[in-house]
């Protein structure tokens, strides 16, 4: 496993972070794994190095983080633990939801209890709250961490704009900062790098792209995304412009280059993001202990600039996404 320390902070992390959206019940969605099976593809990533690991209380509602605290249990100390506040989590609680100091306070208590700790690593806003001013979320986040609920604070996909304001403000009122960002960003959608990834590297910010294999549209041949319980089921696989732009050919660019070194398109996809310096470390999503090898192996793998130049040369604009 290779590590790096997480942006500006002093925390070491494994260069992959493994994403629990994965894991907890099929009533939430059809292609997540029982409880069972994903402590399986946890125990193994610990086994490869793995320190780091992203949930959110919204997972299966609640039931990610369960998984992820029992598969922890005696062994926290060693791992970096994340997880998100923002998403509703009671339909008849509209305080259960939002970035309110009340939301922010009793929520992260929520998710300390189902992951069985006192404080989690990282405390990400899962999206920007525009009904609660910045501030109000600022000063709520700084107490947690004065309270030592937890180590830092993150945020997730806005706007590079919001973001700079969000800095601004933590800034010139004294408040912890946000260390890192968790944004949208794959070979097949790059619209980060033209505000968003400039920004972070200029604040220092720790970047961890979310849905780094395109949920799954970059690890097979396009024609063939609806083969796997996830590639037939979930809608935000066919929302997001994967389709669009270049997206088809640099769908089969990553099958050639591929087939060339003898390794996955999974791989390939991974190495890529991999090579970006801007990219602390992707969040993974597994669905087995294959693909969670495949992932770590893609370490390995060397791509020259003409490789890189190869994979990126059909990407065109597309429309944002990821932001909602
Ligand atoms: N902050 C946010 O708003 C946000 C949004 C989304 C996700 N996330 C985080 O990011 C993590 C990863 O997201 P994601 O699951 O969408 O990411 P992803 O890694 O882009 O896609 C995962 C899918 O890719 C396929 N796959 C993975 N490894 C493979 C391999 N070696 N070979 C073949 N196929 C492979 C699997 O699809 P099949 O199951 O179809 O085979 C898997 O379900 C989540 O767990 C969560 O922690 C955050």
Redesign the pocket.
Known sequence: MEYTTLGDTGTTVSRL??????FGSSDWRP?VLDPEEGEEIIDRAIELGINFF???NM?SNGESERVLGDALEGRREENVVAT?VYFQMDDDDPNSGGLSRKAIEQELDNSLDRLGMDAVDLL?I??LDHETPIEETLKALDDAVRRGKTRYVGA??MWAHEFADALHASDRLGLERFATM???Y?LAYREEEREMLPLCENEGIGVI????????????PHEEID?????DT?E?MYEHPYREGGGTEINERVQELAADKGV????IA?SWLLHKDWVDA???????V??????VEALDIDLTSGDLAYLEEPYEPVRVS?HE
């Open positions: 972070c493994l994403g629990c959206m994965s292609w992203d949930t959110a997972y998100k990400q899962h999206r997730s996909s968790q944004n949208h794959n792209p979310w849905s780094p294999l395109a949920r799954g549209y970059l690890t097979r083969a796997t319980t996830r590639g979930e935000h996955t398109m999974a791989q991974l992707p969040i993974v999503g597994t669905t087995s294959e693909h969670l090898e495949d992932a990821g």
